[in-house]
């Protein structure tokens, strides 16, 4: 099964996508991960990514779509993926199309802005394997510390509330539309994101059919 999850900033894709990882035993491809990482690694991706990530603007689609094309190329997304964060435009969503990538489903997880901005204050990030923590609503059981691979959780620099306002503001400009492009295909799915991660979890898995 081939999936995305749309959804703003702070809506819960990453969250939802390590959780459909060990139901669906498939890999998640987050975007957001592998330019953090080429940042922490010094790379040319990671050079060219990190103005734009700062400042909460979108890396330019022709870097992403090639990282995109290798990673669901490699042999463990042969019996499916979880796209995390990508497409965001209409021309990288178009390009997923023309190179042939098969999409099942699209399941945006729908977040009021208002409470958006409220997760991000309390999201903690792995430094090592990206996995999402929030204090409250999604604690690591020792503080501080990934529950996945021990690393120390930080607190990302683009989660600052004027960078959250602008990525929102980005969101709702250039990502938003892509929900037509999908409802028009029927491969769109809406989930409320509102609620606990395990109850969006179960909508997104009824939401699939997925049978787990
Ligand atoms: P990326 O890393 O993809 O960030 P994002 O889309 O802005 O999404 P987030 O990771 O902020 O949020 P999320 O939806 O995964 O939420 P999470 O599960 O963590 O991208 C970062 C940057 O990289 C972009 O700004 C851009 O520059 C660049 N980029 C990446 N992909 C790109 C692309 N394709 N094209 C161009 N540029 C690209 O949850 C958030 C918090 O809420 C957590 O603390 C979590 O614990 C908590 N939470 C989750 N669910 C719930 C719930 N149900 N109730 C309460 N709290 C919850």
């Known amino acids: 099964m081939n999936l995305i999850l749309l959804g703003a900033p702070g809506a819960g894709k990453g969250t939802q996508a390590e959780l459909l990882v060990k139901k669906l035993s498939i890999p998640a491809i987050s975007t957001g991960n592998m330019l953090r990482e080429a940042m922490a690694k010094g790379t040319e991706l990671g050079k060219k990514a990190k103005q734009y990530m700062d400042e ?3 890396v330019p689609d022709e870097l992403i779509l090639g990282i995109v094309a290798d990673r669901v190329a490699q042999p463990d997304c042969r019996d499916g993926f979880i796209l995390d964060g990508v497409p965001r435009t209409l021309a990288q969503a178009e390009a997923l199309e ?3 990538v098969k999409i099942d489903h699209v399941v945006s997880i729908e977040v009021d802005d208002a409470e958006i901005e409220g997760r991000m204050t309390g999201r903690r990030v792995c ?18 510390i990934c529950d996945s691979c021990g690393s120390a959780l930080i607190t990302r620099k683009d989660d600052a509330p004027e960078t959250v306002r602008r ?6 400009a250039s990502t938003e539309v892509l929900k037509d492009f999908y409802a028009k295909l029927g491969r769109l799915r ?3 994101g509102s609620q606990s991660i395990e109850g969006a979890n179960a909508d997104i898995l009824e939401a699939i059919g997925a049978q787990v």
């Open 190 to 192: 809406t989930v409320n």
């Open 127 to 144: 430094s090592k394997c990206g996995a999402s923590y929030h204090v409250v609503a999604n604690p690591p059981k020792t503080e501080g």
């Open 56 to 58: 909460g603007a979108l």
């Open 98 to 100: 023309a190179k042939g």
């Open 167 to 172: 990525r929102l503001k980005v969101y709702h």
